[in-house]
């Protein structure tokens, strides 16, 4: 009776997990489009900004500062730096962003110390991890934070939605047709700041709205409605005989289930594929 009773409660439970899932992914909205014009579109090479080497490094550095500006704006007035009016900085912000991802003696931040960084400015800021969640999702998972290793969309679009940021790891692929393998060029990171409909408003499930920090995005604000796809074969590889061999010992991975970003991203120039390799998503609590 006892274990007739036991494995009633699991099934209970069980049914009762699956049910609060679904209504979780039920209550996501269609599109949400309300930070669009209110989270700041910086361009990294910005000279006003001051940032390490021009800039050209810094895409890390410059979409954390969108998103945080536009949390100081809504609540959290400890997430920016400030100028001596009390205005946000974001010069200051994106050269401290730059400091604590050490872009002065690397090329570069991938996932791992980019998530550091970003712990580092918050503790800086006065923010401790009981403050805020940060998660990483993609192949290039470092130790000791939450996350899976393919992208969810729905788990990107709801990170959007409340009191947090999402940023978008992009690689930049040579595509192989013949060995059905994508060869990694570079990374590059941007801001979400919306789904959901069209460059031309249009409702679409397979959109994400970033602002792209890289100035091949253009001067000024400009929304980029980038068209995704879900990939359904293939390998996610890297030269072995180039540097990036060392930075990238998790690859090969197979590709099936990432997201090529196609329409609407301004890509590297010697790339003809640009997948979502990874996201990190931030909540604050």
């Known amino acids: 009776m006892k274990c007739r009773i036991f494995i009633i409660a699991i099934v209970i439970l069980l049914s009762v997990s699956c049910v609060g899932r679904q209504e979780e992914d039920d209550v996501l909205p269609v599109k949400h489009v309300g930070k669009v014009d209110s989270i700041p579109d910086l361009m990294q090479t910005d000279p006003a900004l001051g940032l390490i080497e021009g800039g050209v490094m810094s895409c890390g550095s410059v979409s954390a500062t ?4 536009w949390l100081a704006e809504n609540g959290f007035e400890n997430m920016m730096l400030r100028n001596e009016d009390g205005s946000v900085s974001y010069a200051k912000t994106a050269q401290a962003m730059d400091r604590v991802l050490h872009l002065a003696t690397k090329r570069g931040a991938l996932p791992p110390s980019f998530l550091e960084g970003v712990e580092r400015y918050l503790s800086e800021q006065g923010y401790t ?3 805020y969640r940060l998660e990483f999702q ?3 998972h470092p130790e000791g934070f939450e996350g899976t290793s393919i992208p969810n969309i729905n788990a990107i679009k709801r990170g959007i939605v409340g009191d947090g940021a999402v940023w978008l790891f992009v690689g930049f692929y040579q595509f192989d047709e013949q060995k ?6 570079s990374h ?3 801001t979400l700041v919306g789904y959901g409909v069209d460059e031309y408003g249009r ?3 397979n959109v994400l709205i970033v602002h792209d920090p890289a100035p091949r995005s253009g001067p000024g604000v400009s929304h980029d409605y980038v068209h995704i796809e879900e990939i359904e074969h293939g390998r996610i590889t890297v030269d072995p005989n180039s540097w990036a061999a060392l930075a990238y010992s998790q690859l090969p991975v197979d590709a099936t289930g990432y997201y090529k970003l196609g329409d609407g991203l301004a890509y590297n120039d010697k790339a003809d594929v640009a997948i979502l390799d990874g996201v990190i998503i931030f909540e604050m609590k």
């Open 203 to 205: 409702e679409n499930p």
């Open 188 to 190: 590059h990171y941007v």
């Open 66 to 69: 969108n998103s945080f500006a």
């Open 129 to 131: 991890d009981e403050d």
């Open 138 to 140: 993609g192949w290039l």
């Open 180 to 185: 059905d393998e994508y060869q990694i060029i």
